[in-house]
Protein backbone atom coordinates (compact mmCIF):
# COMPACT_ATOMS: atom_id res chain seq x y z
CA UNK A 1 0.00 0.00 0.00
CA UNK A 2 1.65 3.48 -0.83
CA UNK A 3 1.29 6.40 1.72
CA UNK A 4 -1.45 7.57 -0.69
CA UNK A 5 -3.61 4.96 0.07
CA UNK A 6 -2.85 4.90 3.70
CA UNK A 7 -3.50 8.42 3.66
CA UNK A 8 -7.36 8.13 2.58
CA UNK A 9 -7.69 5.07 4.88
CA UNK A 10 -6.83 7.36 7.44
CA UNK A 11 -9.17 10.27 6.20
CA UNK A 12 -12.11 7.87 5.80
CA UNK A 13 -11.25 6.01 9.81
CA UNK A 14 -11.59 9.74 10.84
CA UNK A 15 -14.83 10.73 9.29
CA UNK A 16 -16.30 7.48 10.21
CA UNK A 17 -15.57 8.08 13.69
CA UNK A 18 -16.69 11.56 13.75
CA UNK A 19 -20.17 10.33 12.21
CA UNK A 20 -20.08 7.55 14.95
CA UNK A 21 -19.57 11.09 17.56
CA UNK A 22 -22.16 13.27 16.27
CA UNK A 23 -24.92 10.34 15.91
CA UNK A 24 -23.95 9.63 20.20
CA UNK A 25 -24.38 13.02 20.33
CA UNK A 26 -27.58 13.46 18.72
CA UNK A 27 -29.25 10.24 20.51
CA UNK A 28 -28.20 12.08 23.85
CA UNK A 29 -29.95 15.06 22.92
CA UNK A 30 -33.01 13.27 21.82
CA UNK A 31 -33.47 11.04 24.84
CA UNK A 32 -33.04 15.01 27.02
CA UNK A 33 -35.74 16.42 24.69
CA UNK A 34 -38.22 13.16 25.62
CA UNK A 35 -36.75 13.12 28.95
CA UNK A 36 -37.92 16.96 29.44
CA UNK A 37 -41.49 16.64 27.28
CA UNK A 38 -42.00 13.48 29.48
CA UNK A 39 -41.43 15.19 32.58
CA UNK A 40 -43.78 18.38 30.94
CA UNK A 41 -46.98 16.30 30.75
CA UNK A 42 -46.55 14.70 33.86
CA UNK A 43 -46.62 17.83 35.61
CA UNK A 44 -49.66 19.37 33.19
CA UNK A 45 -51.56 16.56 34.20
CA UNK A 46 -50.55 17.00 37.94
CA UNK A 47 -51.91 20.74 37.37
CA UNK A 48 -54.96 19.41 36.06
CA UNK A 49 -55.41 17.27 38.41
CA UNK A 50 -55.08 19.94 41.30
CA UNK A 51 -57.40 22.10 39.40
CA UNK A 52 -59.83 19.72 39.19
CA UNK A 53 -60.10 18.95 42.76
CA UNK A 54 -59.83 22.84 43.78
CA UNK A 55 -62.99 23.14 41.52
CA UNK A 56 -64.73 20.29 43.29
CA UNK A 57 -64.03 21.31 46.41
CA UNK A 58 -65.48 24.97 45.60
CA UNK A 59 -68.55 23.72 44.26
CA UNK A 60 -69.10 21.32 47.27
CA UNK A 61 -68.85 24.34 49.62
CA UNK A 62 -71.18 26.58 47.00
CA UNK A 63 -73.82 23.38 47.42
CA UNK A 64 -73.53 23.24 51.20
CA UNK A 65 -74.27 27.22 51.90
CA UNK A 66 -76.73 26.75 49.52
CA UNK A 67 -78.33 24.30 51.15
CA UNK A 68 -78.00 25.93 54.44
CA UNK A 69 -79.56 29.55 53.15
CA UNK A 70 -82.45 27.47 51.69
CA UNK A 71 -83.02 25.83 55.00
CA UNK A 72 -82.92 29.20 56.82
CA UNK A 73 -85.38 30.36 54.31
CA UNK A 74 -87.58 27.65 54.44
CA UNK A 75 -87.80 28.34 58.46
CA UNK A 76 -88.16 32.02 58.28
CA UNK A 77 -91.10 31.87 55.68
CA UNK A 78 -92.60 28.69 58.01
CA UNK A 79 -92.10 31.13 61.14
CA UNK A 80 -93.34 34.17 59.52
CA UNK A 81 -96.82 32.01 58.34
CA UNK A 82 -97.08 31.25 62.08
CA UNK A 83 -96.78 34.65 63.16
CA UNK A 84 -99.13 35.94 60.86
CA UNK A 85 -101.65 33.34 62.15
CA UNK A 86 -101.56 33.68 65.47
CA UNK A 87 -101.62 37.96 65.48
CA UNK A 88 -104.67 37.34 63.09
CA UNK A 89 -106.35 35.18 65.47
CA UNK A 90 -104.62 37.29 68.49
CA UNK A 91 -106.73 40.41 66.83
CA UNK A 92 -110.25 38.80 66.16
CA UNK A 93 -110.15 37.88 69.22
CA UNK A 94 -109.44 41.44 70.78
CA UNK A 95 -112.10 42.69 68.32
CA UNK A 96 -114.50 40.02 69.63
CA UNK A 97 -113.37 40.43 73.31
CA UNK A 98 -113.91 44.26 73.21
CA UNK A 99 -117.17 44.04 71.27
CA UNK A 100 -118.15 41.47 73.86
CA UNK A 101 -117.06 44.12 76.43
CA UNK A 102 -119.09 46.75 75.31
CA UNK A 103 -122.58 45.13 74.92
CA UNK A 104 -121.88 43.81 78.60
CA UNK A 105 -121.49 47.51 79.68
CA UNK A 106 -124.67 48.47 77.76
CA UNK A 107 -126.73 46.21 79.88
CA UNK A 108 -127.26 48.11 82.32
CA UNK A 109 -128.95 51.62 80.40
CA UNK A 110 -130.81 49.27 79.07
CA UNK A 111 -132.40 48.22 82.17
CA UNK A 112 -132.76 51.75 82.85
CA UNK A 113 -134.49 52.61 79.52
CA UNK A 114 -137.12 49.33 80.30
CA UNK A 115 -137.63 50.63 83.83
CA UNK A 116 -138.35 54.15 82.10
CA UNK A 117 -140.35 52.85 79.54
CA UNK A 118 -142.69 50.87 82.35
CA UNK A 119 -142.69 54.00 84.44
CA UNK A 120 -144.24 55.67 81.56
CA UNK A 121 -146.80 53.91 81.26
CA UNK A 122 -148.54 54.11 84.75
CA UNK A 123 -146.39 57.52 85.88
CA UNK A 124 -149.02 60.88 86.26
CA UNK A 125 -145.85 63.07 87.32
CA UNK A 126 -144.32 64.54 84.66
CA UNK A 127 -141.28 65.98 86.38
CA UNK A 128 -140.45 62.22 87.69
CA UNK A 129 -140.41 61.24 83.73
CA UNK A 130 -138.21 64.03 83.06
CA UNK A 131 -136.23 63.01 85.98
CA UNK A 132 -135.71 59.74 84.54
CA UNK A 133 -135.16 60.62 80.94
CA UNK A 134 -132.19 62.48 82.13
CA UNK A 135 -130.83 60.12 83.90
CA UNK A 136 -130.81 57.63 80.94
CA UNK A 137 -128.98 60.43 79.27
CA UNK A 138 -126.51 60.76 81.38
CA UNK A 139 -126.08 57.37 82.01
CA UNK A 140 -125.02 56.63 78.60
CA UNK A 141 -123.18 59.91 78.00
CA UNK A 142 -120.85 59.00 80.07
CA UNK A 143 -120.30 55.45 79.16
CA UNK A 144 -119.55 57.18 75.55
CA UNK A 145 -117.35 59.42 77.25
CA UNK A 146 -115.62 56.53 79.45
CA UNK A 147 -114.39 55.11 75.53
CA UNK A 148 -112.94 57.98 74.86
CA UNK A 149 -116.24 59.19 72.34
CA UNK A 150 -117.14 62.95 72.32
CA UNK A 151 -119.65 65.30 70.96
CA UNK A 152 -118.51 67.91 68.26
CA UNK A 153 -118.70 70.83 68.68
CA UNK A 154 -121.11 72.62 66.43
CA UNK A 155 -123.62 75.85 66.96
CA UNK A 156 -121.64 79.05 67.18
CA UNK A 157 -118.48 77.17 65.54
CA UNK A 158 -117.26 78.65 62.02
CA UNK A 159 -117.88 75.43 59.39
CA UNK A 160 -115.06 73.25 59.33
CA UNK A 161 -115.87 70.12 56.37
CA UNK A 162 -113.46 68.30 58.74
CA UNK A 163 -115.44 67.60 61.53
CA UNK A 164 -119.40 69.12 60.29
CA UNK A 165 -121.59 68.29 56.74
CA UNK A 166 -123.79 71.52 56.04
CA UNK A 167 -126.99 69.99 54.90
CA UNK A 168 -128.50 73.65 54.12
CA UNK A 169 -127.41 77.21 53.99
CA UNK A 170 -129.64 80.09 55.26
CA UNK A 171 -129.00 83.88 55.48
CA UNK A 172 -127.28 84.55 59.01
CA UNK A 173 -129.27 86.28 61.33
CA UNK A 174 -126.21 88.07 62.42
CA UNK A 175 -123.05 89.55 60.57
CA UNK A 176 -120.45 87.75 62.74
CA UNK A 177 -122.53 84.39 62.11
CA UNK A 178 -121.57 84.08 58.27
CA UNK A 179 -119.76 81.16 57.77
CA UNK A 180 -120.72 79.30 61.15
CA UNK A 181 -122.92 76.77 61.87
CA UNK A 182 -126.49 78.00 63.25
CA UNK A 183 -128.20 74.87 63.88
CA UNK A 184 -127.59 71.41 64.45
CA UNK A 185 -129.73 68.59 62.49
CA UNK A 186 -127.92 65.77 63.87
CA UNK A 187 -125.08 65.78 66.68
CA UNK A 188 -121.61 64.53 65.41
CA UNK A 189 -119.16 62.35 67.13
CA UNK A 190 -115.84 61.24 67.37
CA UNK A 191 -113.02 59.08 69.25
CA UNK A 192 -109.76 60.88 70.19
CA UNK A 193 -108.85 62.55 66.50
CA UNK A 194 -111.01 60.17 64.58
CA UNK A 195 -114.42 61.22 63.36
CA UNK A 196 -117.26 58.20 63.99
CA UNK A 197 -120.21 60.86 62.50
CA UNK A 198 -120.01 63.72 61.21
CA UNK A 199 -122.35 66.31 62.26
CA UNK A 200 -125.40 67.05 60.40
CA UNK A 201 -125.74 71.19 60.55
CA UNK A 202 -127.05 74.45 59.16
CA UNK A 203 -124.45 76.81 58.14
CA UNK A 204 -125.18 81.04 57.71
CA UNK A 205 -124.22 82.85 54.77
Avoid at 56 to 63: I, T, V, Y
Avoid at 136 to 141: L, M, P, Q, T, V
Amino acid sequence: MTNKDSHKEKNKNEEIKQTQEELKKQETSDKKSTSSKTAKKTKSKKNVSKTKHTCDEKLKEAKNKYNELDDKYLRLVAEYDNYRKRTLKERMELIQTAGEETLINFLPIMDNIDRAKKSVDDAKDIEAIKEGINLIYKHIFDFLTERGIKEIKAVGEPFDTDLHEALTKIPAPEEDLKGKVIDIIEKGYKMKDKVLRYAKVVVGE
